[in-house]
């Protein structure tokens, strides 16, 4: 059949028209679509607990702009992120032990004053010039003093903690680590004071306490720094500069650099400070200490490792939990100064402390 002109053009332009009809149905379609997508979305989104878009808000808060440098970090940044926080750790170990020995030792020496037994501090006991006649009263009184203060000094320092861990910076891990040493002091107070029979082995000398209820005191003494270590290990998760060191692969890793190696080294450290004769090698002799009068403070100083143990195997407790953590590219860095005064500060007092402060 033969069409004409006019029949084929009209069939032409209905066409056309079909076809611009049919793009904007598809186009209508798909907007359509894409509006019905951002709605349901959005609904999701509202009906989110507000608990999550709070988590959302502050961890956008916790981000610490670094001026000039991306605020990404990646795993390639480990190795310095754990050097640094090794040697903040280290250091601040032993500067926290040092400051958290003394307050106990003081309040002993001035209940001591008041009776008139002339004690003298030295870096590792308070011994008395006036041993005559003690009385049952005086003697609990001035023994008992470190452990209150002990319990005082815990409740503050972890207190303070709990304020600092949410900020940027390493000021968190000097409150960790007073924290740790005050409440160590505390919870572990029973073990070195039996064996060396200073501080509560006094305690318990005068309230003449048998075997079985030592045995106890020690048995509930293990539970508290179990339970301890309990909250340790995620709080010491809660200090990382960057949620890598904190993947579920790397956190035994990071534990370690954070409280074992420490620990362990600081302990060490604490050991030379306690056994070398300072006065000796200040004119240009060695002599060793007795290792023996230092027992109470490195067998209470040991069980920092117990603790460690534990909060590495506490650790699985959080296994299914996401950590939050500072970002801080800025802790890729030591300052030396801070790191210079955590070492020569606890010398020093060392080296103070070995000749006596009498009162």
């Not at 572990?188 to 000398?205: D, H, M, R, T």
């Not at 048998?210 to 003494?221: E, G, H, Q, T």
């Not at 179990?226 to 990382?240: D, F, N, P, Q, V």
């Not at 403070?297 to 939050?324: C, D, H, P, R, S």
Request: aromatic letters at 14%; charged letters at 20%; hydrophobic letters at 50%.
């Amino acid at each position: 059949m033969s069409l004409d002109g006019d029949d084929f053009s009209s069939e032409n332009e209905n066409a056309f028209s079909s076809g611009n009809r049919n793009r904007k149905s598809r186009r209508y379609s798909k907007d359509r679509a894409r509006r019905s997508a951002l709605i349901a979305d959005e609904a999701d989104s509202l009906t989110k607990s507000s608990d999550t878009r709070l988590r959302v808000d502050e961890d956008r808060e916790r981000m610490i702009i670094n001026p000039g440098k991306s605020l990404k970090s990646s795993a390639k940044d480990l190795p310095k992120y754990y050097r640094s926080i090794f040697l903040y750790s280290w250091g601040f170990f032993i500067l926290a032990y040092a400051m958290v020995y003394l307050p106990g030792k003081i309040a002993s020496a001035f209940l001591a004053s008041l009776s008139s037994r002339g004690p003298v501090i030295y870096h590792h006991k308070i011994l008395f010039t006036n041993v005559v006649g003690w009385e049952r009263g005086d003697a609990l009184s001035i023994f008992t003093a470190p452990l209150v203060v002990d319990f005082l000094q815990s409740v503050l320092y972890t207190t303070v903690f709990l304020a600092l861990k949410r900020i940027e910076g390493y000021w968190k891990i000097l409150a960790f680590w007073f924290m740790f040493h005050s409440s160590l002091r505390l919870t572990g107070c029973v073990l070195p004071g039996i064996v060396s029979g200073e501080e509560f082995g006094y305690v318990a000398g005068w309230l003449y306490m048998n075997s079985a209820v030592l045995f106890i005191l020690l048995f509930l003494s293990i539970l508290a720094m179990l339970g301890l270590s309990a909250l340790l290990s995620k709080w010491a998760m809660e200090c990382a500069f960057s949620k890598h060191m904190v993947m579920k692969k790397k956190r035994q890793e990071y534990l370690f650099f954070y409280l074992g190696l420490p620990a362990l080294s600081g302990i060490l450290l604490i050991a030379l400070f306690h056994g070398v004769d300072w006065s000796a090698l200040s004119i240009g002799q060695f002599k060793v200490n007795d290792w023996w009068a230092s027992a109470h403070e490195l067998t209470l100083l040991g069980q920092a490792l117990l603790m460690y143990g534990a909060a590495a195997a506490f650790v699985l407790w959080y296994k299914e939990q996401e950590i939050m953590c500072q970002r801080d590219l800025r802790m890729q860095k030591i300052n030396p100064l801070v790191m210079g005064l955590s070492i020569l500060l606890p010398l020093f007092g060392r080296i103070v402390l070995g000749e006596g402060w009498f009162w």
